[in-house]
């Protein structure tokens, strides 16, 4: 994500949108050391299982923040960031957890 998105100093969301606005349906929260093709494996099947049009948009931290300014998306308020703006419009959560067990408290 850094090395394209690094030119521009922008989120890779903002780098390929061709709409100012995208919408959020799901709230993607994730492990962040599953590789790239088991999260997006996870994305899909979540998508086929739950019938979900194309129009039907994930939201995920590391693609829909800027990289280069995490603290302009995460700020000093928790319920003003990024994360919570996402969370209250989404329809709901997907959750990928790794594939060693149970969730961790």
Known sequence: INPATAPYQCSFVELLATEPA???TWFISHWWGE????FIRCVEK?????????????????????QHELGSDLGNDPMKSSFA???GIARGVLLILDH?????P
């Open 35 to 38: 590789p790239v093709r088991d």
């Open 22 to 24: 995208q919408p959020t």
């Open 85 to 87: 703006r996402a969370l």
């Open 46 to 66: 979540h998508a086929k299982s739950r019938r979900l049009s194309d129009m039907d948009a994930y939201w995920a931290c590391a693609y829909a923040n800027n």
């Open 100 to 104: 060693l067990g149970p969730a961790t």
